[in-house]
C-alpha cells in the first residue's frame, strides 16, 4: 500500500514534515496542457515555452477560466497523467525513511481523483492536504516545502521555512529572492537533486544550527 500512517512513537523523535506539491512537481500536467491547447486552441507549445504558471498568459485566445478548465478536464482523465520523473516514487520511499511525507496541493482535481493518482502511481506520504489556493499552503506549517511554482517559496520562505522549488520553464525563479533568503529557497534541477538535498539531511543540519 502506497499510503503508510506511521504516527510518531513516544520517545521517537519527530520526523521533519516535507509539503509536497502535486501538479508539476510529481504530477506531469504539462504533456496534457500542451495536447490539450494544440487540439483547441490550435496553438503548438514545447514544454520548454510553457515559461509561465498561468498558460492563458501564452496563448492569446485562451482566458483564466479556460484554462482552469482545462485542468479540471485533466485530472477528470487523471489516469493519464504520468509522473514528473519516473524515479519520484522511489526517491520518495528513501525520503519517508527520515521525512513525514504531507501532499499539500491546491489541484483543482477533486480528493478522489487525486489520491487515486497518488495510489496509481505509488506515491507514499503520510497525509493527504487539498488547499483551495495557492497561498494556503503556508498555513500547513511543513518544516520543507518541495514545490514547481517560486510564489509558493515567495509566501514560504519569509515564514522561515526551507523551500525545494523543482526547476520547471514555468516556475517563475527569482534569482534575486534567493539570494536575500539565507539558504532557505534551493532551486533543483532534477528529482535526484531533490533526492540530494533532502537524505544527506544538509537542510536538517542547517536548520540544527
Ligand atoms: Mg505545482
Known amino acids: 500500500?502506497?499510503?503508510?500512517?506511521?504516527?510518531?512513537?513516544?520517545?521517537?523523535?519527530?520526523?521533519?514534515?516535507?509539503?509536497?506539491?502535486?501538479?508539476?512537481?510529481?504530477?506531469?500536467?504539462?504533456?496534457?496542457?500542451?495536447?490539450?491547447?494544440?487540439?483547441?486552441?490550435?496553438?503548438?507549445?514545447?514544454?520548454?515555452?510553457?515559461?509561465k504558471y498561468h498558460v492563458e498568459e501564452l496563448v492569446p485566445s485562451m482566458t483564466r477560466a479556460e484554462f482552469v478548465g482545462i485542468l479540471k478536464e485533466i485530472w477528470d482523465n487523471y489516469k493519464e497523467i504520468g509522473l514528473v520523473d519516473k524515479q519520484i516514487p522511489r526517491i520518495l520511499e528513501d525520503v519517508h525513511k527520515d521525512y513525514e511525507i504531507h501532499v499539500v496541493t491546491a489541484a483543482v482535481g477533486t480528493d478522489d481523483q487525486i489520491r487515486d493518482w497518488l495510489r496509481i502511481n505509488n506515491i507514499t506520504y503520510d497525509k493527504f492536504v487539498h488547499v483551495a489556493h495557492q497561498a494556503d499552503k503556508q498555513k500547513e506549517g511543513a518544516d520543507i516545502y518541495v514545490d514547481?511554482?517560486?510564489e509558493v517559496a515567495k509566501q514560504v520562505a519569509v515564514l522561515d521555512k526551507n523551500v525545494i522549488i523543482i526547476k520547471q520553464p514555468w516556475s517563475e525563479i527569482d534569482e534575486q529572492v534567493i539570494l536575500n533568503s539565507h539558504n532557505k529557497i534551493v532551486v533543483a534541477q532534477s528529482w535526484v537533486e531533490v533526492r540530494e538535498l533532502l537524505l544527506p539531511r544538509?537542510?536538517?543540519r542547517e536548520q540544527a544550527q
Do not use: C, S, W
Open 1 to 51: 500500500m502506497a499510503t503508510k500512517d506511521m504516527p510518531v512513537e513516544a520517545g521517537q523523535e519527530a520526523r521533519k514534515v516535507i509539503a509536497l506539491d502535486v501538479d508539476g512537481t510529481i504530477a506531469d500536467l504539462a504533456t496534457q496542457i500542451i495536447k490539450i491547447v494544440k487540439d483547441r486552441y490550435n496553438v503548438e507549445l514545447t514544454v520548454d515555452q510553457l515559461t
Open 148 to 150: 514547481d511554482y517560486f
Open 202 to 204: 544538509l537542510l536538517r
